[in-house]
């Protein structure tokens, strides 16, 4: 029997529209020639309701993570690489290994399929890189109007071995906080993009999978306490995330804290704290004072973690205030961020 | 962009410190008035309190334009949006205020029904007049607030309405004056007969300085015979001027001076004022919040351009709201209190869910205590490692 012919997507000129979610056989299409193109691999490929995952050694680790972001393409990466690094990093931050991802998504009707095509391109790239597959999927479609273009849910799995522990309440007074990197690099290339902010050179994104440097930490002697990636909220959030879970103080020097100039400059200019601004792909580690000098090496020795500097330290405070000393030589309160970021008028 | 740097240089300001404490006479108390929001924010967050000495005291000032919105005028804005179904167009941090019935703009803009009206966030008023253009069926409101240095801004809004003949734009005038605040806390009870705050001296706004020039503030040596600092943003610059008023306070002999001097003439921009005066005229009255009425203290837009004034278009009239009856704003934002005396604060108060104005724009002064300083407030706050 002859198979009916369909005639292929136009993923040049073409658009999402009802039909791609409707389950029928645009909807199977869209499976066929866009998904499973890209991300394709011997478990996605078993197309069943499930997937079956060969059994592991060890406990395994679960999360998940929404992403919506405008503008979908940035400089440094797009919502699709973004999706997988998320999930990805926080998977790794517990110190496991991740192995597996599945992706939700909701898509706009209207959306134009070159963009998907684009999307999800940059997923199975940044999957790779990773070393994750995505093993099974979902699409949904929602009037034009409903949505923001393309919403995308990741879940992750890794493998973590016995003996590791983590948690954001190991942290003691005494021991050292390291970041991997320049902060709030992130937020402000997606905020520089939005106001339209011009500078000499794009502020790009530091979005990235963090788990080859975890990994690198845990090969190590070094003794570790907990590592965490700073995403929403930034630095100040996660650091007062640790202090409220473990019952400590934290304090900053402002002076040690890598800050790229234009990051610096973009906040000065719309009244932003760089504290409070998303990273993407970087690592906050606490560890034993005894250790840090050893941790920073190993983090310099990475790729990602270059610019890595000691910026604080845990001390023992029952109001679990993280404080800074400022370059300006005074001490100030690093507060959670309240509401949205909303810029200054003057 | 290296410039931001310079300016925050550690070892400068430890010297500046040291000059400081040098000049400070030991049986003296010293008692000044950042009047701007932007130097209370640089306050807070370099934490300059802790390089100075203990007999050197700020006081912060009314000089947050988000904190000296009064209630009533917020609920202008919402009704606007709410009932008359315009698109009103706001600057970012006025967007949580809080006003009457438990709402905000913010909140607001989650209940307008977005084919009738809209509330957007803007940098500029260049924005409002975009989006009156692109929306030629639909009217725009711009929600024009803060001192001297946003309202040539608006003014060239106006004249640009006028010029291109935009039907659909008008302007919800808030405008308020840098000099009317400052007498009136000089003129207040408590600084002029109580004596219950001592005020002997101002660091005066660098950015309004730009456009009013420093003559305005002669008056204040003159007639009250306090001490005025034009000072930057940069905490040297508060610093430094803190050090210039210090000397001031030593030698009795007060004038205005301006530290500042990278923009700021004595005459200021002749080229805005005159845009201005063309533009608005002064109000009788204004209710600012926490100040109350304050006489002459604020703009209204002119006769001329009354066909763009929202307040003319929209048949609005101003309804005043008291504050939360526990709410210290007003004597904060006029020295008399601190924001620890209020009993609201830090507990059903926060930047998170703020009961009065002082503690939404990181600006004002509940708001930057709570964010940056409130360590100080607990016994163990300057904690050990
Ligand atoms: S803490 Fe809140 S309620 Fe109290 S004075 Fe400050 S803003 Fe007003």
Redesign the pocket.
């Known amino acids: 029997m002859k198979s009916d012919y369909s005639r292929p997507l136009d993923l040049k000129h073409g658009r999402v529209d009802l039909s791609h979610g409707g389950g029928g056989r645009a909807m199977q299409q869209l499976i066929r020639e866009l998904f499973a193109r890209h991300l394709g691999n011997e478990l996605l490929a078993q197309s069943n309701d499930g997937t079956v995952l060969p059994s592991q050694q060890g406990r395994l680790v679960m999360s998940t993570d929404s992403h919506v972001v405008a503008p979908l393409f940035f400089p440094g990466g797009d919502i699709g690489a973004l999706s997988v690094h998320g999930t990805v990093n926080d998977v790794a931050v517990m110190g496991a290994t991740p192995l597996w991802l599945s992706a939700g998504f909701i898509l706009e009707e209207g959306f134009p399929l070159a963009d998907l095509d684009r999307i999800v391109r940059s997923m199975a790239e940044a999957a790779r890189h990773a070393g994750v597959q995505i093993v099974t999927g979902d699409t949904k479609v929602v009037e034009q109007g409903k949505g923001d273009g393309v919403f995308i849910t990741t879940t992750g799995i890794g493998v973590l071995p016995d003996g590791i522990d983590l948690s954001g309440a190991n942290a003691r007074p005494g021991d050292a906080v390291l970041i991997s990197g320049s902060i709030g690099d992130h937020g402000m290339a997606i905020m520089s993009q939005r106001e339209n902010l011009a500078f000499d050179a794009p502020i790009v994104s530091d979005s990235a999978p963090l788990n080859s440097l975890t990994a690198a930490l845990l090969a190590s002697q070094i003794e570790l306490r907990l590592m965490r990636d700073p995403t929403r909220g930034g630095l100040a959030a996660t650091l007062n995330e640790i202090a409220t879970q473990a019952g400590v103080g934290i304090t900053l020097f402002e002076s040690a804290i890598p800050i790229k100039p234009a990051v610096e400059a973009a906040c000065e200019l719309l009244g932003l704290d760089p504290l409070n601004i998303a990273n993407e792909g970087k690592l906050i580690v606490v560890c034993a004072a005894d250790s840090a000098p050893s941790a920073l090496e190993v983090l310099r020795a990475h790729p990602l973690g270059r610019e890595a500097a000691i910026i604080g330290t845990i001390t023992a405070d029952p109001n679990r205030f993280v404080q800074m000393q400022t370059r300006f030589g005074g001490r100030r309160m690093v507060d959670w961020l309240s509401g949205e970021q909303l810029p200054r008028i003057c | 962009m290296k410039f931001v740097d310079e300016f925050r240089d550690g070892q400068l300001a430890e010297g500046i410190a040291g000059a400081i404490r040098k000049t400070v006479e030991v049986n003296r108390r010293y008692h000044f008035m950042e009047f701007c929001g932007g130097h209370t924010h640089a306050i807070a967050r370099y934490g300059i309190p802790d390089l100075l000495p203990d007999n050197v005291r700020m006081i912060h000032g009314p000089g947050c334009p988000v904190c000296v919105l009064p209630i009533g005028r917020i609920d202008l804005a919402i009704r606007l949006a709410l009932e008359h179904g315009v698109i009103l167009c706001s600057y970012g941090d006025t967007l949580r205020v809080p006003a009457s019935n438990g709402l905000s703009l913010l909140r607001a803009k989650a209940l307008v029904d977005k084919a009738r009206g809209d509330i957007r966030m803007i940098y500029s008023p260049n924005d409002a007049l975009k989006i009156a253009r692109e929306n030629p069926s639909r009217q725009v409101v711009f929600f024009a607030i803060g001192f001297e240095t946003t309202t040539p801004p608006t003014a060239v809004a106006l004249l640009t309405a006028e010029r291109e003949g935009l039907q659909n734009f008008s302007v919800l005038c808030c405008h308020v004056l840098t000099p009317a605040a400052i007498t009136h806390i000089l003129d207040s009870p408590e600084v002029r007969d109580l004596g219950l705050v001592a005020l002997d001296g101002f660091i005066g706004p660098a950015h309004v300085s730009t456009v009013i020039g420093s003559q305005p503030y002669e008056f204040f040596a003159e007639e009250y015979r306090k001490p005025v600092v034009i000072a930057g943003f940069e905490p040297l610059d508060v610093m430094q001027a803190i050090l210039m008023l210090i000397r001031q306070v030593n030698t009795g002999n007060y004038r205005v001076e301006n530290e500042f001097t990278r923009a700021v003439t004595r005459e200021g921009n002749r080229k805005a004022q005159a845009l201005v005066a063309e533009c608005f005229e002064l109000r009788k009255q204004f209710e600012w919040r926490g100040l109350g009425e304050v006489p002459y203290s604020a703009l209204k837009i002119r006769e001329r351009l009354a066909a763009f004034d929202a307040e003319t278009r929209f048949n609005l009239t101003y309804q005043p709201v008291p504050?939360?009856k526990?709410?210290?704003?007003g004597?904060?934002l006029r020295g008399v209190?601190h924001?620890t005396?209020?009993?609201?604060?830090?507990m059903?108060?926060t930047p998170d869910s703020?009961?009065?104005?002082?503690?939404?724009s990181s600006e004002?002064?509940?708001?930057a205590h709570?964010t940056y300083g409130r360590h100080k407030d607990h016994p163990q706050g300057h904690a050990t490692s």
């Open positions: 504050d939360h526990s709410c210290e704003c004597a904060i209190k924001p005396d209020c009993k609201l604060f830090g059903v108060c703020p009961m009065g104005s002082c503690m939404v004002g002064c509940c708001a709570y």
